[in-house]
């Protein structure tokens, strides 16, 4: 079975400080990762996404993420937050090894406060 | 591109009674189409996976016959809350991945339903 976790909540950050959202994951086959931000009463808007390849990965909005295989993680960064970046992240999984199905599996979210 | 749209983004209907939900996918093909359901402050949980034409795939404890999907086309997933009660008020998100090698889902901007 594949997991995601996102072990924190919510995280606040000052606006022009760096921002970091933390994920890790558990999954059979090859990883493919991604990161969704969710607004208020809205859909889920794709970030950025790892497949294979280089370790970092850059997304929309100047955001980033890095794909660590030992660590199992896939942590979220933008090295300047904007108040704008408020709102609510998701890391989600899924196993690349097609026999898995297509299932994606989502960690539970994580808040983002950007305060002035 | 990638939009999809979902319709309606809100209804309020009465207990008994049944409510469609649509999602389309606006500029590609939508091979395989995916149902969540979040509730306040939680994470997606997968409903059923659809592929054009064949019949949909539902998640253990999800009841196909209370929540009815179809994808009858490229373009168009509905899903059918049958006979709602106050408990299946949610917001439903459905998301689209189309057949072009791309990994990502496009997720729709999600309908709130809530049941009196």
């Known amino acids: 079975a594949q997991s995601v976790a996102q072990p924190e909540d919510q995280v606040n950050v000052a606006e022009g400080n760096p921002l970091t959202v933390k994920c890790t994951y558990s999954v059979s086959g090859n990883p493919y990762l991604f990161w969704y931000v969710q607004y208020p009463n809205r859909g889920l808007q794709f970030l950025l996404k790892y497949i294979t390849g280089d370790n970092l990965v850059k997304g929309s909005y100047g955001f980033e993420a890095e794909f660590n295989k030992s660590q199992t993680s896939f942590h979220l960064k933008k090295p300047s937050a904007l108040v704008s970046d408020s709102a609510l992240y998701f890391c989600a999984v899924r196993d690349g090894n097609r026999a898995a199905g297509n299932k994606l599996t989502f960690g539970g979210g994580t808040r983002v406060l950007v305060k002035p | 591109g990638a939009v999809v749209s979902q319709h309606p983004s809100w209804v309020i209907c009465k207990s008994g009674t049944s409510v469609k939900i649509e999602c389309r996918s606006l500029?590609?093909?939508?091979?395989?189409m995916f149902w969540y359901r979040q509730f306040p402050k939680q994470s997606l949980m997968l409903m059923a996976t659809?592929?054009?034409?064949?019949?949909?795939?539902?998640e253990q404890g999800v009841e196909k016959d209370k929540f009815l999907i179809n994808h009858a086309s490229l373009t168009l997933s509905t899903l059918t809350v049958t006979s709602a009660h106050p408990e299946d008020s949610s917001f439903y998100i459905c998301?689209?991945?189309?057949?072009?090698?791309?990994?990502?889902?496009?997720f729709g901007p999600g309908t709130r339903l809530t049941v009196t």
């Open positions: 998301s689209a991945r189309g057949s072009s090698g791309r990994y990502e889902q496009y």
């Open positions: 659809s592929n054009e034409g064949s019949k949909a795939t539902y």
């Open positions: 500029d590609f093909q939508a091979t395989t």
